[in-house]
T-cell receptor
Framework: ETGVTQTPRHLVMGMTNKKSLKCEQHLGHNAMYWYKQSAKKPLELMFVYSLEERVENNSVPSRFSPECPNSSHLFLHLHTLQPEDSALYLC??????????????FGEGSRLTVL | QKEVEQDPGPLSVPEGAIVSLNCTYSNSAFQYFMWYRQYSRKGPELLMYTYSSGNKEDGRFTAQVDKSSKYISLFIRDSQPSDSATYLCAISNFGNEKLTFGTGTRLTIIP
């Protein structure tokens, strides 16, 4: 496996379900990110982790709960979501936080549908 | 006013044409300017990166930044069907920590 891998690729859940999205990066990077991508909206930064410590929580509702057990893995735990949370959730990594090149390496995303 | 404005398109041009994609931004503190390309059902990938004003060329792609006008552009020369994708501008004053993205422009190159 190379790059950034996200599972599952597709997820359908009811508003009362609990599910988790998983991200794994094989690049040896120190920073990891969760982004939300909705139709006709800009990418929204949700969470940032650097060396397993959360450095950014961008006013995200508490029904989204991130977890970073080590520098290679990132989870997004979901519970009691709303239909408006349906979106593509993208995980990304970078060599360092505040890298001047601005390069993020994205996974292919997890397409979430909340019924 | 949005921090970054980008025409969502869609934009369709014939193969071989020159494509111009643009973004405007409001915060003069931004110093890092990027273009990401996102193919259908894929994550975005960095295409071009520019620091401060000026031009940067990479093959058929040229990124241009005009800080006085708060305007950035991406030009694609000799466009190919494989260039069909959504192009996202991204701007920051903290490198990659807090990128502000545009909505993306969906581009289709017609063979």
């Amino acid at each position: 496996e190379t790059g950034v891998t996200q599972t599952p690729r597709h997820l359908v859940m009811g508003m009362t379900n609990k599910k988790s999205l998983k991200c794994e990066q094989h690049l040896g990077h120190n920073a990891m990110y969760w982004y939300k991508q909705s139709a006709k909206k800009p990418l929204e930064l949700m969470f940032v982790y650097s060396l397993e410590e959360r450095v950014e929580n961008n006013s995200v509702p508490s029904r989204f709960s991130p977890e970073c057990p080590n520098s290679s893995h990132l989870f997004l735990h979901l519970h009691t979501l709303q239909p408006e949370d349906s979106a593509l959730y993208l995980c990304a990594s970078s060599q360092e936080l505040r890298s001047n090149t601005g390069e993020l390496f994205f996974g292919e995303g997890s397409r979430l549908t909340v019924l | 006013q949005k921090e970054v404005e980008q025409d969502p398109g869609p934009l369709s041009v014939p193969e071989g044409a020159i494509v111009s994609l643009n973004c405007t931004y409001s915060n003069s503190a931004f110093q890092y300017f990027m273009w990401y390309r996102q193919y259908s059902r894929k994550g975005p990938e960095l295409l071009m990166y520019t620091y401060s004003s000026g031009n940067k060329e990479d093959g058929r792609f040229t990124a241009q930044v005009d800080k006085s006008s708060k305007y950035i552009s991406l030009f694609i020369r000799d466009s190919q069907p494989s260039d069909s994708a959504t192009y996202l501008c991204a701007i920051s004053n903290f490198g990659n920590e807090k990128l502000t993205f545009g909505t993306g422009t969906r581009l289709t190159i017609i063979p």
